[in-house]
């Protein structure tokens, strides 16, 4: 394993180095906390966040200019507090040793275990779209498998990292977990160093840099990319509802969402009744953008890429439908809800993941089109099939590889804690939550007990009869 990176650039990657440092000799003196440690490394993740509540919040819609509360309260503090709860509940039964069968009866009197242990020091590289729930949710599967952690945040997530810097010392020692602000260069550095694993979560083109540098050190990762998920309405499925819960996942966080419906396939003849709901939903749940209820764009360049994504639609015969009374505004970043129809594979809107709340909108005759039209492209991180013809569904989940899939809803798979979540492909690598983030942080150790007898004795040279024989017998038990 290569030693820490030196320095060469200024005293936050010092810092880094040194805090890495610690953390390394600390595993080295104590590399298997046992089950109370654990649980209270975890409850003092809970208790940072409950304690700073309405800080948090208050910081994290700073950071977006608007961020509706009760997004960040659902989308990160239940979440997060929830499986924090699940952990605790499940974790003697995670940390249990797994015996494991001997193969032969040659190897009488053995015994064979798979034993988890901690890893040592993980990194996480959070994006600033759920930071909280992004930064804690690896930390759970972490903790609960004895590990120590760095976290590196977002660069727009200014307000929230300071907070977390500020108040994480009070809950745990450096040697255990720290946070790190970045000014948007310490990302490369952090990803050199030699962690015993790697979280990262945004966009492919990053997460193959990440994996890039992580590959110096051999450092495994966990990669949770980005991609454009499909939604998929079938004829029975009733349009207006499925708009409905389509819409409350699209808009929620304002589209910022990397496992939210990136485009829509719709049966042929409904896109008039599908705007003409659309419009009626979103009238109701947001009569005024201007609302504390409608989340921000991140940054201007954010929002100004939205509009040219738009502009490029229209300018290459898209029709443009906006879904509110209010245009889009700039001052606020507050960026009007939009269907695109009549959308072609040359539109950006249709190349990249869209990050807003933009909703490109297809239509199909037969099931095989929308099969053969998403497996033509990179694997997405999540599909989303709305239909009750349970045929049809599996038809779409056999034949459609993703990350996860919703079935008549999207995204709520991501919040389950006993599914594990992660991407294939071009949209990630490695799963976590619940158990599945055990087992992602900790080596599943396998051990081997000789018994009394050596069962090896008649296989050492010089060979005999009985050498032959024992051969045969081992031959014929392995048929």
Same mark, same amino acid.
Not at 193 to 202: I, M, R, S, W
Not at 321 to 331: C, E, F, N, T, Y
Not at 443 to 460: A, E, H, N
């Given at each position: 394993?290569?030693?820490?990176?030196?320095?060469?650039?200024?005293?936050?990657?010092?810092?880094?180095?040194?805090?890495?440092?610690?953390?390394?000799?600390?595993?080295?003196?104590?590399?298997?906390?046992?089950?109370?440690?654990?649980?209270?490394?975890?409850?003092?993740?809970?208790?940072?966040?409950?304690?700073?509540?309405?800080?948090?919040?208050?910081?994290?819609?700073?950071?977006?200019?608007?961020?509706?509360?009760?997004?960040?309260?659902?989308?990160?503090?239940?979440?997060?507090?929830?499986?924090?709860?699940?952990?605790?509940?499940?974790?003697?039964?995670?940390?249990?040793?797994?015996?494991?069968?001997?193969?032969?009866?040659?190897?009488?009197?053995?015994?064979?275990?798979?034993?988890?242990?901690?890893?040592?020091?993980?990194?996480?590289?959070?994006?600033?779209?759920?930071?909280?729930?992004?930064?804690?949710?690896?930390?759970?599967?972490?903790?609960?498998?004895?590990?120590?952690?760095?976290?590196?945040?977002?660069?727009?997530?200014?307000?929230?990292?300071?907070?977390?810097?500020?108040?994480?010392?009070?809950?745990?020692?450096?040697?255990?977990?720290?946070?790190? !602000?970045? *000014?948007?260069? &310490?990302?490369?550095?952090?990803? /050199? %160093?030699? =962690?015993?694993? @790697?979280?990262?979560? $945004?966009?492919?083109?990053?997460?193959?840099?990440?994996?890039?540098?992580?590959?110096?050190?051999?450092?495994?990762?966990?990669?949770?990319?980005?991609?454009?998920?499909?939604?998929?309405? !079938?004829? *029975?499925?009733? &349009?207006?509802?499925?708009?409905? /819960? %389509?819409? =409350?996942?699209? @808009?929620?966080?304002? $589209?910022?969402?990397?496992?939210?419906?990136?485009?829509?396939?719709?049966?042929?003849?409904?896109?008039?009744?599908?705007?003409?709901?659309?419009?009626?939903?979103?009238?109701?749940?947001?009569?005024?953008?201007?609302?504390?209820?409608?989340?921000?764009?991140?940054?201007?360049?954010?929002?100004?890429?939205?509009?040219?994504?738009?502009?490029?639609?229209?300018?290459?015969?898209?029709?443009?439908?906006?879904?509110?009374?209010?245009?889009?505004?700039?001052?606020?970043?507050?960026?009007?809800?939009?269907?695109?129809?009549?959308?072609?594979?040359?539109?950006?809107?249709?190349?990249?993941?869209?990050?807003?709340?933009?909703?490109?909108?297809?239509?199909?005759?037969?099931?095989?089109?929308?099969?053969?039209?998403?497996?033509?492209?990179?694997?997405?991180?999540?599909?989303?099939?709305?239909?009750?013809?349970?045929?049809?569904?599996?038809?779409?989940?056999?034949?459609?590889?993703?990350?996860?899939?919703?079935?008549?809803?999207?995204?709520?798979?991501?919040?389950?804690?006993?599914?594990?979540?992660?991407?294939?492909?071009?949209?990630?690598?490695?799963?976590?939550?619940?158990?599945?983030?055990?087992?992602?942080?900790?080596?599943?150790?396998?051990?081997?007990?000789?018994?009394?007898?050596?069962?090896?004795?008649?296989?050492?040279?010089?060979?005999?009869?009985?050498?032959?024989?024992?051969?045969?017998?081992?031959?014929?038990?392995?048929?």
């Amino acid at each position: 394993m290569n030693a820490p990176l030196a320095s060469n650039d200024d005293a936050t990657q010092d810092d880094l180095n040194a805090a890495f440092t610690l953390q390394r000799q600390a595993y080295l003196a104590d590399p298997v906390p046992d089950y109370q440690a654990r649980v209270q490394h975890l409850r003092a993740l809970a208790r940072m966040i409950q304690d700073h509540q309405e800080a948090i919040v208050q910081a994290i819609s700073d950071d977006f200019g608007n961020r509706a509360r009760e997004e960040t309260l659902f989308c990160e503090f239940v979440v997060v507090l929830s499986d924090i709860k699940d952990a605790i509940k499940h974790l003697k039964s995670w940390m249990r040793p797994q015996r494991r069968r001997v193969d032969h009866s040659l190897y009488f009197g053995a015994r064979n275990r798979v034993i988890p242990q901690p890893l040592g020091v993980v990194g996480v590289l959070v994006p600033w779209n759920f930071p909280l729930n992004l930064s804690l949710a690896p930390l759970i599967g972490i903790f609960a498998a004895g590990n120590r952690a760095l976290v590196k945040m977002s660069d727009r997530s200014p307000r929230l990292t300071q907070l977390l810097i500020d108040i994480c010392p009070s809950y745990f020692a450096a040697d255990k977990l720290r946070f790190f !602000a970045d *000014d948007g260069m &310490l990302g490369p550095h952090f990803s /050199r %160093l030699p =962690f015993d694993h @790697l979280v990262f979560t $945004g966009s492919t083109a990053t997460g193959r840099k990440v994996m890039a540098n992580a590959a110096e050190n051999l450092t495994p990762v966990t990669l949770e990319l980005g991609g454009k998920a499909p939604a998929i309405l !079938a004829p *029975d499925f009733p &349009l207006e509802e499925a708009a409905r /819960r %389509l819409l =409350f996942v699209k @808009l929620l966080n304002a $589209g910022q969402i990397c496992t939210t419906a990136d485009y829509l396939f719709v049966p042929e003849g409904t896109l008039d009744a599908l705007v003409d709901a659309a419009k009626a939903i979103v009238h109701q749940r947001y009569p005024d953008l201007a609302s504390p209820d409608y989340t921000s764009i991140i940054d201007e360049t954010s929002y100004q890429r939205l509009q040219a994504t738009l502009d490029d639609a229209e300018a290459k015969g898209a029709r443009v439908i906006r879904l509110s009374q209010q245009g889009s505004d700039p001052a606020t970043r507050r960026f009007a809800p939009h269907l695109v129809l009549d959308v072609a594979d040359d539109m950006q809107i249709m190349q990249r993941e869209i990050f807003g709340p933009l909703l490109p909108v297809m239509t199909y005759r037969e099931p095989q089109e929308v099969i053969d039209y998403i497996n033509a492209r990179p694997r997405p991180l999540a599909l989303y099939p709305f239909s009750r013809d349970t045929a049809l569904v599996d038809r779409y989940i056999e034949r459609i590889q993703s990350g996860g899939v919703s079935v008549n809803h999207a995204l709520l798979h991501v919040g389950q804690h006993d599914l594990p979540f992660g991407g294939i492909g071009d949209s990630g690598m490695g799963h976590y939550h619940g158990r599945d983030g055990f087992i992602t942080f900790s080596k599943l150790r396998p051990v081997y007990r000789q018994g009394p007898f050596d069962s090896m004795k008649p296989l050492i040279p010089p060979y005999t009869k009985t050498t032959h024989k024992v051969l045969k017998l081992m031959q014929w038990l392995a048929r």
